[in-house]
């Protein structure tokens, strides 16, 4: 609200130079801010956080989860993994006495778990910023809410006293692997020793026998055992001292027995529920503070994940096709290679046969060789190449990891955050971290996708849909109703030249993403897409609508693929028009700033216009600011885009469970093995409440969420927050079936069309139900006893459209035509903008259902086959021209495909019943090739009552939405 | 470029272990001997170093494969692209068609030679001189569907059928036949595709049947009008040679018997063939005008179906037929022209090809392990097709030329081409209709 003001205010004192050029579009939402505002912002006396992290070659990554997500995340990870995570403090010198009685409170208590993990999250970042001084973080808002001992040593630290600094170190340690023989001995070590690894030798001078000594004696680690846990957290010294574990303040005494009140991560969890392999090597967490992906991105455990996947043969190498004869060196042709593992080492001793194809084919074909497959150790590992100039970039991975298309576009990205001409990159020594970073997320991203999100811990990935997704050309748009102006930020400032100076950049253009969508752009499409890459590779995008970021800084130098062509062919540029002016080689510089779920790609130029770069400039502060002051102002966008995202779905989709008559079945024996409660109402009334929808208890626990509430309510039901439905029943939120709007605000008109009829909330709820259910026996006449289809459910089925709200029905486009609402998922991806659509996350997430997951997966799988047709097509139209032996004569193969479709049958699973064949229901999965109005993408999924013509769809589907 | 036909086929022969070149077939510029050797040279650097290379592909659709079998001869097949192999997704789903032709080859050169003689290399020199007789067949397989048209089964590894209006009457005069011959094993084929055989035929692995129709074929085409050949079964008897008695009884109807021993060629051409068939010739006849369609004519076709081919996943059979294209002079052409009748059938094969590899994965020889399965190719594409969560059953394609139509039941696969005048939503009916219309009249 503040700053609402600023946007109105126009402090145009030097006009631009390039008003009379520059495209209004150009420069919406470029930050208008006056000095207040810079001030605002940046507070003169305190330098930026991430300046500390500006690399030498100007290079910054700063990434900060927000305060809230990191207590979220620690706060998570302490309720997965809490019990089975056992906190060990040591303390380097001296034992650290901590009196505070919180101390000894167990680690389970939820409210002080907080706090201290809040405050080893600090402590983490500290320690990824070591050169920062402590000034900003150390404040006093700190000194009250971080803990005596800490402060003690930042005090200790700055006077320069006796230092004692606190380590604390997270083990993952299991009782479990003791076997079930008894504890060892005190003598022989005991479960220190055997359980945490730390040999600790009573000192010399006392005998063994004299218990006041021991009870004196702190823990001080004298040796480590090989393999242990305390070994392999790589934080333990000999010569620590073991002060507390779990906040238990231990000695000699007392360690066995709290070390031995460990109960076993087994008997914590479930056994083989969640992501944590018991079974492996015993996990090590030193901070299971964030997830690992952001982990990941800031170049922690790099080492530990890459080696959970060093079975797997995957590898990066370079090679240089110039063999220098003469040269002694064994492996001189290698100019860079990742990772170093023993499956990549034998991949790597056959690089041979790389350079030999890559040699040969191009000689006998003609072609240039993309992909080669061969077997090792009976696992099949695909091979992509790419050839440069002398060189040849090699990345082998698994079969089915590899993708054609994810290989061949894996160039891309590495070649915007690296160098424009990669032998540069891969040659230069000091790369080889950066490069090794890039390879690891890749590789990381394609072999353990599950790893690096949090969030889908239960559901397994959907890695065709990460696939298809991440291979389209474009990036994911959100729609925005017109109440929400993103434009509405713009002005034509932002390219100021600030205090008189020459600017230092000129700004070709920015995005902007709210929670991983894109819903504001004025890069020109390739720009796009290359920055989109760049954020995909990096996970910017699921990290921002996972995780609220706190703040995210990153520069780089790009090198955007078509504008060195322009470059290079020398075409006009509509920055410089005078003439004569003979275009410079221009850099160009990627700066993107995330705040919260927001986060804003800017492409900045130097050189041109403005003043031109030398040596590798860092980030500069200037334009950081000015871009998190636009993000603030749109900060207040967030509630708008809340409700845009809570909204209901347009075009309305249906859920595929509902059209499987097992559904209610199925559903009633979840909940009843869900819920005591319930199981016991169902007990009694699941025989009416499927024949008769009398049902009340479980028909409102059915249906509660679409049918009993008015419709005004829904939008909180759909958050989910409720768990207590007014029948007293706990209804589980995950498993009640959703009601998209479509039918919900169907169901509201019917009720009132019902209600004259003396029919009940719970015999209306019911019979939206039987509705679907009459539906699909209409379809599957085999699988249920007509007697089931109470008579009133025609009703629904008749209902006449003019009982919906005439604005609803204007609000609620349909995509598909018919009665029901047949439409499952659909993208249609728009290859002028380079953007698609596709049904948000929430959107998904409230169509829950057992089959609908696995439907959606399906779809994303058969839409990589549809889009390797269609790719198929585009790839020699391309080369049509190139050549006369590649053009035969006439057409050849299938030719160019329009569209391709692929009708599934799914049933659900594990049916039991062995008298009735399993129900099934059928689904079309339709990919279109449009090139009319504009060149787009459609892909969709639909049920197979209703015949639909995917043109038509796409037409109004792009028509509604105004692309 | 060494290869200079667009979409020709080179396939090289070599000892695994030596690199001896064995033969080369395919494409008439043949590749010199150094890249013959680097070719195989790079297989076998890769298997000194426990990494078996499978196969490779270009940015111009070539692509090369290798395989070795029994240990003792490798096979190479190397495509220029441009041409039909490359259909298909990404990469090794394509090569299909290259996969199979290699394993077709080497089972060929089996069942002239067999297995001992491959596997033995005792004399390489021999060896040559003794592949020589399997050119024709390996040649008839390189032209695939282009030398004789509408036979599918090389890509398949379902017998081509053709089903003849008086089945039951040649059925009983087949098994009559080969009885009297000693045997169980009797075929009966017309126009190249098998009209009848015994039950103990179909018992046959699949390749074999086919193989033994390829075989058949070329005989036939030798002219004479009746021969005995040694075949050695591929997986049956890779040993042990038959004998393969065939004996022409009309042009383009072809009868042979896999026999042992007895009885010699010359008393079962002289007292069975006239004895047995003679009184079938009104029946033969009648089977052999059914033609190229394959399908009696009690069986009528919508006009709307350009081509088709149908299997029958059980038994491995398959028909396929393209219907002669009537230009309607009452109608200007179109903007579509239809497609010729050859180009219906490539369209076939590939449409075959791309569905199989992607949506309808073939169920053969399940005990596959996994690296054989690599090996073949089948790997990738089972992997691929089992990514679906959900069982397909229908898929079309819309080109510019045609629309594409394939659906699977429990018993059959359909494959249909279309005009583009037929609305896309009615394709699944056209198919409904076809299957049944076929199923119902020859209950094949």
Avoid at chain 1, 209 to 229: M, Q, W
Avoid at chain 1, 278 to 306: F, I, K, N, Y
Avoid at chain 1, 732 to 759: C, E, I, M, N
Avoid at chain 2, 163 to 191: I, K, R, W, Y
Wanted: charged share 20%; with cysteine.
């Amino acid at each position: 609200v503040v700053y609402r003001r600023t946007h109105d205010f126009q402090p145009s004192s030097l006009p631009s130079p390039y008003g009379s050029c520059s495209d209004e579009t150009r420069y919406d939402f470029q930050p208008s801010f006056t000095h207040s505002m810079l001030c605002r912002f940046t507070p003169s006396d305190l330098e930026p956080e991430w300046l500390d992290d500006v690399q030498k070659n100007g290079e910054l990554f700063y990434l900060e989860l927000s305060e809230g997500e990191e207590a979220a995340a620690l706060a998570q990870v302490a309720t997965n993994y809490g019990l089975s995570t056992n906190h060990v403090r040591f303390s380097e010198k001296e034992a650290e006495i901590i009196s505070d009685e919180s101390r000894k409170l167990p680690d389970g208590a939820p409210t002080k778990a907080e706090p201290k993990l809040k405050r080893l999250a600090r402590i983490l970042r500290r320690k990824r910023r070591p050169s920062q001084s402590r000034g900003p973080d150390g404040g006093g808002e700190d000194s009250s809410s971080r803990p005596v001992s800490i402060l003690k040593n930042q005090a200790g630290q700055r006077v320069g006293v006796m230092v004692q600094q606190l380590k604390e170190v997270f083990l993952y340690l299991n009782p479990k692997r003791l076997g079930s023989c008894s504890p060892p001995p005190p003598e022989r070590g005991g479960l220190l020793e055997a359980l945490l690894g730390v040999v600790h030798r009573p000192s010399w001078g006392r005998g063994q026998g004299d218990p006041a000594g021991r009870r004196e004696e702190r823990i001080t680690v004298h040796g480590l055992v090989p393999n242990s846990p305390a070994v392999k957290c790589a934080q333990i010294l000999i010569g620590d001292n073991l002060v507390a574990v779990d906040d238990v303040d231990v000695t000699t005494e007392n360690i066995e027995r709290v070390l031995s009140c460990i109960p076993g991560p087994t008997q914590v969890r479930g056994p083989g529920e969640g992501g944590v392999d018991m079974s492996s090597a015993p996990r090590l967490r030193p901070s299971p503070s964030v997830s690992q992906l952001v982990r990941l991105l800031w170049g922690e455990d790099t080492v530990e994940l890459q080696m959970s996947i060093g079975h797997i043969p995957h590898i990066v190498m370079y090679l240089s096709l110039k063999l220098d004869s003469d040269s002694p060196l064994e492996e001189q042709e290698i100019l860079y290679q990742y990772p170093v593992s023993e499956a990549s080492s034998q991949l790597k001793g056959v690089r041979g046969i790389f350079l030999t194809l890559s040699d040969m084919l191009e000689n006998v074909t003609g072609g240039q060789i993309v992909s080669s497959s061969l077997l090792l150790n009976k696992q099949l590992v695909h091979v992509g190449y790419w050839k440069e100039s002398n060189n040849l970039l090699v990345i082998a991975l698994p079969a089915e990891r590899y993708r054609h298309g994810k290989v061949i576009q894996c160039m891309l990205p590495y070649s915007i955050p690296c160098l424009s001409q990669s032998h540069i990159a891969f040659c230069q020594a000091d790369h080889a971290p950066r490069l090794d970073h890039f390879f690891c997320l890749f590789f990381q991203q394609l072999i353990q996708p599950s790893r690096l999100s949090d969030s889908s811990g239960s559901t397994p990935t959907d890695l065709s849909g990460t696939l298809f997704l991440d291979g389209l050309p474009a990036v994911r748009w959100l729609p925005l109703p017109p109440e929400i102006k993103v434009w509405g930020w713009a002005t034509t400032l932002g390219h100021e030249d600030f205090y008189g100076m020459r600017r230092l950049y000129v700004t070709l253009g920015s995005c902007l993403f709210y929670k991983g969508y894109l819903i504001a752009n004025h890069l020109p499409k390739e720009d796009l897409l290359d920055v989109s890459l760049y954020c995909q590779h990096y996970c910017l995008l699921p990290l921002a609508s996972e995780q609220r970021v706190g703040q995210l800084v990153v520069w780089r130098e790009v090198f955007p693929r078509h504008r060195s062509q322009i470059h290079q062919t020398k075409t006009i540029n509509n920055h410089c028009t005078m003439p004569g002016y003979c275009q410079p080689q221009g850099r160009y510089f990627l700066l993107i700033v995330g705040l919260r779920h927001f986060m804003q790609c800017v492409l900045l130029e130097a050189s041109g216009c403005a003043a031109p770069a030398t040596g590798a400039p860092g980030p500069d502060c200037v334009y950081v600011d000015q871009v998190k002051a636009t993000l603030l102002q749109l900060e207040e966008l967030d509630l708008g885009m809340e409700e845009r995202l809570a909204a209901p779905p347009a075009p309305c989709l249906s859920c595929a469970d509902w059209f499987l008559p097992s559904f209610v079945r199925d559903r009633l024996d979840t909940l009843a093995a869900s819920s005591p409660v319930l199981s016991k109402l169902a007990g009694g009334v699941k025989p009416p409440s499927l024949d008769q929808g009398g049902g009340k208890v479980v028909g409102r626990s059915l249906f509660g969420r679409g049918a009993r509430r008015p419709s005004s309510k829904r939008s909180q039901s759909d958050s989910g927050s409720e768990g207590q439905s007014d029948g007293g029943v706990r209804r589980p939120t995950g498993l009640s079936p959703h009601s998209t709007p479509d039918s919900a605000r169907k169901l509201v008109g019917q009720r009132d069309s019902l209600g004259s009829g003396g029919s009940d909330g719970s015999r209306g709820s019911g019979s939206i139900f039987k509705s679907i259910l009459f539906y699909s026996i209409s379809h599957y006449s085999n699988c249920i006893p007509s007697h089931s289809i109470p008579p009133h459910s025609l009703l629904f089925c008749s209902m006449p459209s003019h009982s919906i709200p005439i604005s609803l029905c204007s609000v609620l486009a349909r995509l598909t035509s018919g009665a029901e609402n047949t439409l499952f998922h659909y993208v249609l991806m728009e290859k002028v903008q380079g953007i698609f659509i596709a049904p948000t996350h929430r959107e998904l997430a409230q169509l829950s259902g057992s089959i609908h997951p696995q439907l959606i997966r399906n779809f994303h799988h058969c839409c990589l086959s549809i889009r390797a047709a269609f790719q198929r097509t585009l790839h020699r139209g391309l080369f049509s021209g190139a050549g006369s032996i590649w053009r035969p004569q006439g057409t050849h193969g299938l030719g160019p495909v329009k569209e391709h479709g692929v009708l599934f049958q799914c049933k659900p699973e594990n049916w039991t019943d062995q008298r009735k064949p399993a129900p099934t229901m059928t689904y079309w999965v339709i990919g279109r090739m449009l090139l009319e109005p504009v060149p787009q993408e459609f892909y969709v999924c639909f049920h197979d009552s209703v015949a639909e013509v995917p043109v038509e769809m796409a037409f109004r589907l792009s028509f509604g939405l105004a692309l | 470029m060494m290869l200079q036909q667009a979409g020709s086929v080179q396939l090289l022969c070599l000892t695994a272990n030596s690199g001896v070149p064995l033969f080369t077939r395919g494409a008439s510029k043949q590749l010199p001997f150094s890249i013959i050797g680097s070719l195989n040279g790079v297989h076998m650097f890769g298997a000194g170093q426990g990494v078996v290379l499978a196969g490779c592909e270009t940015d111009r659709g070539g692509r090369m494969v290798w395989r070795v079998f029994q240990d003792s001869v490798m096979l190479i097949a190397v495509s220029s692209g441009g041409q039909a192999q490359q259909e298909g997704g990404g990469a090794g789903e394509e090569d299909l068609h290259l996969r199979r032709l290699l394993e077709n080859v080497w089972n060929c050169m089996v069942l002239v030679l067999g297995q001992d003689e491959l596997a033995s290399l005792r004399n390489v020199e021999r060896l040559k001189r003794d592949l020589r007789s399997c050119y024709r067949l390996i040649d008839q397989l390189l032209e695939g569907g282009q030398g004789q048209e509408g036979i599918m089964g090389d890509l398949t590894h379902c017998a081509d059928c053709l089903l003849p209006p008086n089945a039951t009457l040649l059925q009983e005069g087949l098994d009559g036949f080969t009885q009297a011959a000693d045997s169980e094993f009797g075929c009966l084929m017309v126009h190249g595709r098998i009209a009848a055989a015994t039950e103990k035929w179909w018992r046959l692995a699949p390749q074999e049947v086919v193989l033994l129709s390829v075989l058949t074929r070329s005989l036939s085409l030798s002219g004479s009008a009746s021969c005995d050949t040694p075949v050695f079964l591929p997986q049956g008897s890779p040993t042990v040679a038959h004998r393969l008695l065939r004996f022409q009884l009309l042009p383009g109807v072809d009868v042979c018997v896999l026999c042992g021993p007895s009885p010699t060629l010359h008393r079962a051409e002289r007292e069975l063939v006239g004895c047995f068939w003679s009184p079938l010739l009104e029946a033969l006849r009648g089977s052999l005008a059914v033609g190229e369609r394959c399908l009696p004519g009690s069986v009528t076709l919508r006009p709307d179906v350009l081509a088709l081919l149908l299997i029958n996943r059980e038994s491995r059979r398959s028909v396929s037929c393209v219907k002669a294209i009537i230009t309607n002079p009452n109608h200007p052409p179109s903007n579509h022209p239809l497609p010729s009748k050859a180009r219906c059938w490539e369209l076939l094969r590939l449409f075959y090809t791309f569905t199989t590899t992607r949506y309808f994965p073939l169920e053969e020889t399940p005990a596959l392990t996994l690296g054989e399965k690599a090996q073949r190719g089948d790997s990738l594409r089972e992997d691929f097709a089992l990514g679906f969560s959900h069982q397909p059953l229908q898929c079309y394609l819309v080109t510019e030329e045609c629309k594409c139509f394939s659906l699977q039941t429990a018993q059959h696969q359909l494959y249909l081409l279309t005009p583009l005048s037929v609305p896309t939503f009615a394709l699944s009916s056209v198919a409904t209709q076809t299957l049944s219309a076929i199923t119902l009249a020859t209950g094949f």
